[in-house]
């Protein structure tokens, strides 16, 4: 009987351990799980140090700047703050083609085509307080839908930030202004009718870590920034509108730019923060963390496993006050050879110009030790036939003669196995999905050693000055998807200032050349240029029948007017017409399957037809004028009209249009070497973007991220 008491004793003893662990470890988690907000919480207001010295009413008289807060979510990096900035009253709104003035009082933000009147909504924020220098790592603009009654089925919307030439005066602008500002920037995503709904909220940001956000942070010496709402297809029927916060149809869910911002002197004493040594009791410790539970089962055997432990040897050793979990990176690897230093030390000199100087590593980082002992080298292809074999073997001899025996490969290397990374889930749909996925097949099996993954390749490398510092490494062929959004918007041109052809992108205004890494952009946004924005017509060049007058010495009477007498001599004259078939500028119809012929040259010849992305209307090259010029005409062959005139035997060719159909990019030989211009549609206004004596060609103004495709209608 005392036995079975002891033991009933030690049972309820064991019991009520289990449940003051239990109840601790409850506690622990509960101190990490952030207290919702209350639903009428306000951020403090910026401090006096980031108070605004400039204010808008310094260009715009009448507007009075709205007080940025303080964002609470997203979460502000460390040291860093978010800002809410809201629109002032009288600088947001919309501009319509058939009127003189705007509507930057209304209550929407229309954008589309409305009976054939084609709407922009428009927006400055004022960005003055943010003093310059400070670093930018948000940027995102919040809209919320209004009215979706106009809204089409194949409609997309677009949010582009516009070039800091468009801030002054922004009150005073019409339809005109806003229209022909240049785009410094898309922000993503395109937006398509199925994102868009009343009171349904679109976010446009920029990537984090990208290029793109030195765009806002080079802008914060200005005193606003402003973007304009563009239908991806201006002149596609439909239209939607988001709502401005302002007037009497507005349900005051006002346009929100959030930037994320560290300012100079955080970012300093960050930086002194992290190189100084922490005050810790004696050296760091780098203590590794016991692993979070994968599931309740696991964390039930730890807890019964700690009471275990602590019953059989006593409670642990309390953790000294001066450890520190470590942060394990890799180590840069050596450059193999002079060019990948050299680019390497370019590409560091750009990062630091566009995101600033690294902030020194805390002194709890570790560099990771190596744990793979294998070395991963590629092997030699397998010669196809023996002719390949032969000329291999002799090339290595040549080689060994020259440079001596080749270096013989460790006794722990493996040929490598190239995977490319996953990519981020898009939306929660895909995560559900990949969730499921995973319970279905179970834990993937982990990497071999061999494993690499793949580093995606950039789509162009930015140039400083007017040549490569470096050819670019040939790369294998990519599959072609859509065309990276950086790209629309931008002139994609051959060139041969690397030695061979390569193909260069630029700016419409002549700044930002880059040397694209594969040319298959370049290849989709030429085929692009032959289609209407709605794929239902491509212009296509094929021999028309066409006649010539052919002459030759024909017989002819000649009567004396003294004598009457006649006489027969052979005269040079027309014996007859033959074929003489020429090329000309033909479209086809998707919709009902019909083609057309549009130019009838009676001495030239005409080819090389591109398609307006606004309007029907095509531009091409013919000789009727008796050189290589440009010439624009509609569908229907009217409004035939030469754009370019050369006095001498120069060439204009390979005309291109500008995603809003104002502009024509094309090159010519008019200065001695081939030259990328410009004009307007009409041919006014020319101007190069080539400056070095090069030849530059081909010209392509990327506007579609893939082929336009025709949709039959239901």
Request: net charge negative; proline share 10%; aromatic share 10%.
């Amino acid at each position: 009987m005392r036995a079975k008491g002891a033991s009933d004793y030690i049972s309820i003893r064991m019991v009520i351990i289990c449940l003051c662990v239990v109840l601790v470890i409850a506690i622990y988690i509960a101190s990490y799980i952030p207290i919702p907000l209350r639903p009428d919480f306000t951020p403090p207001p910026p401090t006096a140090a980031v108070t605004p010295t400039a204010t808008l009413s310094q260009i715009l008289p009448t507007a009075t700047p709205s007080t940025p807060t303080k964002e609470p979510t997203p979460t502000p990096r460390r040291g860093g703050v978010i800002y809410s900035i809201f629109p002032i009253e009288n600088t947001v709104g919309w501009v319509q083609s058939d009127e003189p003035g705007n509507h930057f009082n209304g209550s929407y933000l229309y954008t589309g085509l409305r009976n054939g009147t084609l709407y922009h909504g428009a927006m400055q924020f004022d960005i003055s307080f943010i003093p310059p220098g400070s670093t930018i790592y948000l940027v995102e603009l919040e809209l919320t839908g209004l009215d979706d009654s106009g809204l089409k089925d194949d409609n997309s919307f677009m949010l582009n930030l516009l070039t800091k030439e468009a801030d002054s005066q922004w009150a005073t602008h019409n339809f005109e202004a806003i229209h022909n500002a240049q785009v410094a920037e898309t922000l993503l995503p395109i937006l398509h009718a199925s994102d868009l709904g009343a009171d349904k909220i679109n976010k446009f940001a920029f990537q984090e870590k990208s290029p793109q956000l030195g765009l806002i942070q080079n802008r914060l010496g200005d005193k606003a920034i402003s973007f304009r709402l563009d239908s991806l297809i201006s002149d596609k029927e439909g239209w939607f509108a988001w709502d401005s916060g302002y007037g009497t149809g507005t349900k005051k869910n006002k346009a929100i730019l959030r930037l994320g911002v560290i300012f100079p002197e955080v970012s300093d004493q960050l930086t002194k923060k992290e190189t100084e040594t922490p005050a810790l009791i004696g050296p760091v410790v780098l203590i590794t963390n016991t692993p979070t539970p994968g599931n309740d089962l696991t964390a039930v055997a730890v807890i019964l496993t700690a009471i275990y432990e602590t019953t059989a040897t006593g409670t642990p050793t309390p953790l000294p006050n001066n450890w520190v979990l470590p942060i394990v990176v890799t180590n840069t690897p050596i450059p193999q050879n002079g060019a990948t230093a050299y680019y390497q030390q370019r590409v560091a000199t750009l990062m630091a110009t566009v995101t600033g100087t690294p902030i020194p590593l805390p002194p709890n980082v570790v560099t990771a030790t190596p744990t793979p002992t294998y070395r991963v080298v590629t092997s030699t292809p397998s010669p196809e036939n023996v002719l390949t074999a032969a000329a291999n073997s002799l090339q290595m001899t040549a080689q060994a003669e020259r440079f001596g025996a080749a270096t013989p490969l460790p006794p722990n290397w493996v040929t490598p196995i190239i995977v490319t990374s996953t990519p981020m889930p898009a939306n929660q749909a895909t995560v559900v999905y990949l969730q499921a996925l995973l319970l279905t097949t179970g834990t993937p099996q982990p990497f071999a050693n061999n494993v690499q993954t793949a580093t995606p390749t950039p789509p162009y490398i930015l140039l400083d000055g007017e040549l490569p510092f470096m050819t670019a490494t040939p790369l294998p062929p990519a599959t072609p998807g859509p065309i990276p959004s950086v790209l629309i918007g931008k002139i994609a041109f051959k060139s041969d200032r690397t030695g061979q052809e390569s193909i260069f992108i630029i700016n419409p205004d002549g700044t930002g050349l880059a040397i694209l890494t594969d040319r298959w952009p370049y290849n989709m946004a030429e085929q692009a240029d032959i289609y209407s924005a709605d794929g239902r017509f491509f212009a296509f060049t094929s021999d028309t029948i066409r006649y010539k007058n052919v002459e030759g010495m024909v017989p002819k009477t000649f009567v004396d007017p003294e004598t009457g007498k006649k006489t027969e001599e052979s005269v040079k004259g027309s014996i007859g017409f033959a074929r003489a078939d020429a090329p000309a500028i033909y479209w086809y119809d998707a919709l009902y399957k019909a083609t057309d012929q549009v130019t009838r040259f009676g001495i030239g010849i005409a080819y090389g037809g591109v398609w307006s992305p606004t309007r029907e209307q095509l531009a091409f090259i013919s000789t009727e004028s008796g050189n290589d010029e440009i010439w624009v005409v509609n569908r229907d062959g009217s409004g035939l009209l030469q754009l370019t005139r050369d006095p001498y035997n120069w060439w204009d060719k390979h005309p291109t249009w500008s995603p809003d159909g104002n502009k024509i990019a094309f090159w010519s030989n008019r200065t001695g070497v081939w030259q990328i211009w410009v004009m307007d549609g009409d041919g006014k206004n020319l101007y190069t973007l080539s400056k070095t004596g090069f030849n530059d060609w081909d010209p392509v103004w990327i506007k579609y991220p893939a082929i336009p495709t025709y949709k039959q209608p239901n």
